[in-house]
């Protein structure tokens, strides 16, 4: 069973870049699919981008493609989240999570890391 850990939110200038990191804990991390979600301030919690255990595919929401890119490092047990030209609305609570390969749910959650894009 894995542990997930979140850092590297913080506050940014519109325009600025952030790389959030996620480290697992626990001998299993390359066997699962990893994925990044944000709650902003009045809104639900949405997806923002996954990849998959051996990082041959990734997926993007459509607000933050081409801005951000997913990635993982099996080796240190780490997801990222390299976050480039933010905009306010990018602004949220940020998660990481993880699913076994052969599952469709995320069922293990980090604590959160807070983003916050100004003006």
């Known amino acids: 069973q894995v542990q997930l850990v979140e850092s590297g939110g913080g506050l940014v200038q519109a325009g600025g870049s952030l790389r959030l990191s996620c480290t697992a804990s626990?001998?299993?991390?390359?066997?699962?699919?990893m994925g990044w979600f944000r709650q902003a301030p009045g809104k639900e919690r949405e997806f923002v981008a996954k990849?998959?255990?051996?990082?041959?595919?990734?997926y993007y929401a459509d607000s933050v493609k081409g801005r951000f890119t997913i990635s993982r490092d099996n080796a240190k047990n780490t997801v990222y989240l390299q976050m480039n030209s933010l905009k306010p609305e990018d602004t949220a609570v940020y998660y990481c999570?993880?699913?076994?390969?052969?599952?469709?749910?995320?069922?293990?959650w980090g604590q959160g890391t807070q983003v916050t894009v100004s003006s």
């Open positions: 626990g001998r299993t991390f390359s066997s699962y699919v």
């Open positions: 990849i998959n255990s051996n990082a041959g595919s990734t």
């Open positions: 999570a993880a699913r076994p390969s052969r599952s469709n749910k995320y069922d293990t």
